[in-house]
């Protein structure tokens, strides 16, 4: 092969790699007479590239290839011209017939691997696939050529296949191991296959190079593996230190922080990161959580709400505000957030049911009717809808239409306790003592520590006279939750009966407690959990 020749094979790959820019249109122009040499043709086009002048070079080498259809560079020129006018699939077909007609023709490998990694935007696992088989293929006969090793390295990495990315990562030369990006690859490789002294090493190298950029450590992060959060947190907070954090770095260190209990830091983490994007939603939804973490729930509220004015029409933020007020009882702003959460995602399952749970602690509870129903038909196999479907009946006194679903429940394993209590219930409301109490003992063996089973299940043998069964049920009812609601009232009905000395101060305790919460909500949400 001529001069010529080697340096468009060395020079094409630069080519290639400034897909995007908008090419300069200039007229067509005839192509340069030649007689039987396509190498003016190759430079012409070559240097048309480099100006941007693709509908020209396309010109000339589609005349150029008709008159030497045996010269396979044609391919290849055409190929780095198909992918910068972003037509990858022609791209490709012209990059691959290159590499049939000439096996041993780096660049074209080259050209078709990075035409593979732009396009892994679109199928991260497909065409970062293809790219490494194309690396792959490539380091067979050319097992040191530097840019194969360093992007094979690369995709190995993100393939989790830690060793090999090291080994292709060690054949580059001294000085090119020793650039940032290179150091990345090599830092996390080692970290992942258990050298985590020379993988510190390696980060403390890295954080001190001059030409450290912020891609070089973003690049990598995601091929460690949780265990490592903790270097994760040494090179986001290295890039901080150096004033190249970005306010994606920031979050990300935020959530890493948070991740690993460290809430005070990753919360002044995410402010930074936050101040840094006022437009953004996504850091105030982190700093939302962390807030809630710390159990500064009026502090979360405060982000969502801000995130909600960003984004209001982001289901998921109103979804996340709706179930802070449920923590802190602002039930009507609960109820309003959700409604407006399954407004904009009427498919969201559980959107569905956390709406239902609210909608049952309110004066109507059958508003909460629908809303099971969806989460049943959204949620097949889970039998909590039905279950949270037959409690809302009961509340809303349709012991029959509650019967039905809940025996549909009683017997799986998540949900007989409940099942089980509730049908207890619905016995003893309509004078079947006998049943209740086989019913309620079936919900505690389920559930041993099941507290208003047990507090029933005292009023039922009140409702039989038999006391000291009642009081023996009652005392293990209080013993599990000395706030029982249930318990507390019928242990105050038994003491009147049974004309107990303790009757009055038992009568202020359970009205102390009436003060204190709704029984209805307070005993639904304990029975039938917010979200699944």
């Known amino acids: 092969m001529t001069r010529c020749r080697r340096a468009l094979r060395t020079t094409l790959f630069a080519a290639a790699v400034v897909l995007g820019e908008t090419p300069t249109r200039a007229p067509l122009v005839a192509a340069p007479q030649v007689s039987g040499d396509p190498e003016p043709i190759l430079e012409r086009a070559q240097q048309l590239i480099s100006e941007g002048q693709l509908e020209q070079a396309r010109h000339e080498l589609e ?45 074209a490998y080259l050209n078709l691997g990075h035409l593979y990694q732009e396009e892994s935007a679109h199928d991260p696992k497909g065409f970062s696939a293809k790219a490494a088989d194309v690396y792959h293929a490539l380091l067979q006969f050319d097992p040191q050529n530097i840019q ?23 054949r580059l030369p001294a000085d090119d191991q020793q650039q940032p990006a290179a150091l990345a690859i090599r830092c996390v490789d080692r970290a992942e296959t258990g050298d985590l002294r020379q993988a510190s090493a390696d980060a403390g190298l890295l954080l001190q190079s001059p030409a450290l950029t912020e891609p070089d450590v973003l690049s990598v992060l995601p091929g460690l593996d949780t265990a ?13 230190r150096r004033g190249l954090a970005s306010a994606t770095s920031l979050e990300q260190l935020g959530v890493l922080y948070e991740r690993t209990g460290g809430l005070q830091e990753a919360r002044a983490t995410l402010e930074g ?51 802070v007020c449920v923590e802190i009882d602002l039930h009507q702003d609960a109820y309003t957030s ?29 508003e909460a009717i629908p809303y099971f129903k ?31 679903e809940l025996v549909k429940v009683s017997d799986k394993p998540a949900t007989a306790a409940a099942a089980n209590y509730f049908l207890g219930r619905i ?73 107990d000395p303790r009757a009055e101060t038992q ?20 029975t039938v959990r917010v979200v699944p």
């Not at 509340?395 to 019967?403: F, G, Q, W």
């Not at 109490?437 to 559930?447: E, G, M, N, W």
Request: proline share 5%; glycine share 6%; with cysteine.
């Open 63 to 107: 005349q150029g290839r008709q008159k030497f259809p045996d010269e396979p560079l044609f391919f290849n020129f055409l190929g780095v011209i198909d992918a910068q006018e972003d037509h990858p699939t022609e791209a490709e077909k012209e990059f691959r017939e290159m590499i049939r007609r000439a096996p041993r023709y780096v660049g």
């Open 148 to 170: 194969a090793n360093y992007q094979y390295a690369i995709l190995r990495l993100r393939q989790h296949q830690f060793q090999d990315s090291l080994v292709h990562i060690l």
């Open 228 to 240: 490592h959060d903790s270097l994760a947190i040494q090179l986001l907070e290295g890039l901080r």
């Open 273 to 323: 990161s936050a101040q840094e994007q006022p437009q953004a939603a996504e850091p105030l939804v982190e700093l939302a959580r962390v807030a809630e973490a710390q159990h500064d729930l009026r502090g979360a509220l405060g982000y969502l709400a801000h995130a909600r004015e960003l984004e209001p029409q982001n289901a998921a933020i109103h979804f996340f505000f709706g179930m």
């Open 338 to 366: 959700l409604k407006k959460a399954v407004e904009l995602d009427p498919e969201n399952a559980y959107y569905n049911y956390a709406l239902g749970a609210v909608c049952s602690g309110r004066e109507n509870p059958r």
């Open 374 to 404: 969806k989460y049943r038909a959204l949620k097949p196999e889970d039998p909590r809808g039905t279950l949270a479907l037959g409690a809302t009946y009961y509340y809303s006194h349709d012991l029959e239409s509650a019967r039905t």
């Open 427 to 499: 016995a003893n409301d309509l004078g079947q003592w006998p049943l209740a109490v086989k019913l309620l003992d079936r919900a505690i063996q389920s559930q041993p520590g099941y507290a208003d089973a047990y507090a029933v299940l005292g009023g039922v043998y009140l409702n039989e006279k038999d006391f000291p069964q009642s009081g023996q049920a009652l005392d293990q009812a209080l013993r599990l939750d000395p706030d029982n609601y249930l318990a507390n009232l019928n242990l105050m009905k038994l003491y009147g009966r049974t004309r």
């Open 507 to 526: 009568s202020k305790r359970f009205a102390e407690l009436k003060e204190e919460r709704d029984e209805r909500a307070k005993l639904f949400l304990r």
